[in-house]
């Protein structure tokens, strides 16, 4: 390709609303442009970088044994409705209605689609296993659109979907997809982790996250960095704390706190560690009758560690509160605790609550909690002595850095990482609902076990940026750059010999397979030189009229600090070489 005949159109300056990296630069390299709140045209440089990434996934995803489909944008809700979704996706999923007042669904993932598909289509044991793909638009309606392809609402996803006849089938799938989503990302040239991870609200037991490793990122990652132990923060674990429970050595008090309604605060002004204070967390769940409707209130007492913070997936987990709990109000406070929220304890209630103790408040003795008093908390609280034993103990928190491993074998670290791909194993949640079956050998119907596997494809050349950049723009690595080698002739207008010597090159590389832009444009070299850095072309080679006369060219990665003189005769196998290293 040459310049002349491409699109190429940068920026010297980002957007005012390009909050991160990924977003000015591509904004600023001429990638998108946008047009809506969420909503990007991929301009022709962006599409070569998406494009490449598309050829990737399509390739491992064929060589894994998955068979591409395509299967519509627009969905009638009827088979949202059988699974529930529609209602429970909640304004995430973009609701439509055609002229006749029928109600439609712009699909943010396909699982209903496609499991119809296999309810219709896949009758027999004999027929399995399938796994079905697709790369397709998909659209989220997101509350707060930001950081351009990172968080936008129309985008592209890889998505693909495997039934299988039983439970070990769908697991050995799983794990096709599982190593098919490693080969793919080592191609990639990333820096990535996979991780354990919480089904959400696509469902499932058994999870993975692939996240790119950047500064930036908005996920929490949690590792053991002398182990395999890796799990994103909702999922993670630590190690149980070790027993036993010390013995009571402190009086209970009640403490005057006046005006100290945190536990940093209270743990400040008593000189003591954060670590000895307990903070109590109030949820409500709503009793229903069979009409749906709510005919009583239940408050739930969350007890954690000062320094601890809840995790509100693993408390979605404890009975009771699994399906579904919100924070208590304050008039449900108050007359439960007889007191407002920075002063709440477990001790002297108004009213009965249900208690869950973290595991590390378990084994705590001597401890510090509010003593539903304002202005007093009350210190050296002890269990069993002030307390009844908990009545339910649970792993309720975050991981902090430093925390034991799980499977003890060192301690956690937590970096952030930005979400690329995500594998599930499903079960036979969608089949159940669609009652989607097969006949099994025995001639009775059974439901398909279903595992699904997204891969953000538009998301994945902004987490690319925000690993790989400078002060001077993006660095691509080889595989997904919308170049990979780009020829500045310096004078090309004016200087035949340079014109020629360009253009040959540029020949030997098409041959030679190599994916090669010739700026013929006669721009600066300044100019010339900023625009591909900025665009960030990881191979660069400069021709001169000087430098020729002493037979000579200059080649620079994008990386590197400086050029390196080559022969002009060498350059093509030097460049070839360097591509392959």
Request: glycine content about 8%; proline content about 6%.
């Amino acid at each position: 390709m040459k310049a002349s005949r491409f699109f190429v159109s940068t920026l010297k300056e980002a957007p005012a609303d390009a909050e991160v990296v990924s977003h000015q630069l591509m904004t600023r390299a001429g990638m998108i442009k946008k047009l809506g709140a969420g909503i990007y045209t991929y301009m022709p440089m962006g599409l070569r970088v998406i494009r490449k990434v598309e050829a990737i996934v399509r390739e491992e995803m064929n060589r894994a044994g998955a068979v591409e489909c395509a299967m519509p944008v627009v969905q009638p809700s009827e088979l949202w409705q059988e699974t529930g979704r529609f209602e429970k996706m909640g304004p995430e999923l973009l609701r439509i209605q055609d002229r006749h007042a029928r109600d439609f669904v712009i699909q943010p993932t396909s699982e209903e689609v496609v499991t119809d598909i296999a309810r219709q289509e896949l009758r027999s044991y004999k027929q399995l296993p399938k796994n079905l793909y697709q790369i397709q638009t998909k659209f989220r309606d997101e509350r707060r659109p930001r950081f351009g392809l990172m968080r936008g609402r129309e985008f592209t996803m890889k998505d693909a979907y495997s039934f299988d006849r039983d439970q070990a089938g769908a697991k050995a799938s799983y794990q096709a997809m599982a190593e098919a989503y490693r080969r793919i990302f080592d191609r990639f040239g990333l820096t990535y982790r996979a991780v354990a991870a919480d089904s959400g609200a696509i469902g499932g037991d058994l999870s993975e996250e692939f996240q790119v490793i950047a500064a930036t990122g908005e996920d929490a990652i949690v590792y053991c960095p002398t182990s395999d132990y890796a799990a994103n923060m909702e999922k993670a674990e630590s190690a149980p704390p070790a027993g036993p429970r010390p013995a009571a050595s402190q009086p209970r008090t009640l403490t005057p706190t006046p005006g100290k309604a945190t536990c940093a605060d209270v743990a400040g002004l008593l000189g003591v560690p954060l670590a000895r204070t307990v903070k109590s967390l109030v949820l409500a769940t709503d009793e229903l009758n069979e009409a749906g409707e709510a005919v009583g209130v239940r408050v739930w007492l969350l007890l954690l560690r000062g320094d601890h913070d809840m995790n509100e997936i693993k408390v979605s987990k404890v009975p009771g509160l699994d399906n579904g709990f919100r924070f208590a109000t304050v008039p449900e406070i108050e007359e439960h605790f007889g007191a407002k929220p920075g002063y709440l304890g477990p001790l002297d209630l108004k009213k009965p609550v249900r208690i869950v103790a973290d595991r590390e408040v378990a084994v705590m003795a001597d401890w510090i909690c509010g003593a539903n008093q304002e202005g007093h908390h009350i210190t050296g609280v002890n269990w069993g002595r002030d307390l009844p034993e908990p009545e339910a103990v649970a792993d309720l928190r975050n991981v902090v850095a430093g925390d034991p491993s799980p499977d003890g074998r060192g301690e956690l670290t937590i970096e952030r990482g930005i979400e690329v791909g995500h594998v599930f194993y499903l079960g036979t949640k969608y089949s159940k609902a669609m009652n989607a079956t097969f006949l099994g050998e025995d001639g009775k119907p059974a439901h398909f076990e279903m595992g699904c596997y997204g891969i953000g494809v538009t998301r994945l050349p902004a987490a690319a940026i925000e690993q790989n950049h400078d002060e001077r723009g993006i660095i691509w690595p080889d595989a997904i750059a919308p170049f990979t080698v780009v020829l500045c002739p310096i004078g090309m207008d004016r200087s035949q010999e340079v014109k020629a010597a360009a253009e040959k090159l540029y020949e030997e590389l098409l041959a030679a397979g190599v994916d090669v832009l010739l700026d013929d444009r006669g721009e600066r070299p300044g100019a010339m030189f900023a625009d591909w850095e900025l665009i960030g072309v990881p191979h660069r080679v400069v021709l001169s009229d000087r430098g020729l006369k002493e037979g000579q060219v200059e080649y620079q990665h994008r990386r590197d600090s400086s050029a390196t003189k080559v022969g002009a005769g060498d350059i093509l196998a030097y460049v070839k070489e360097r591509l392959t290293a």
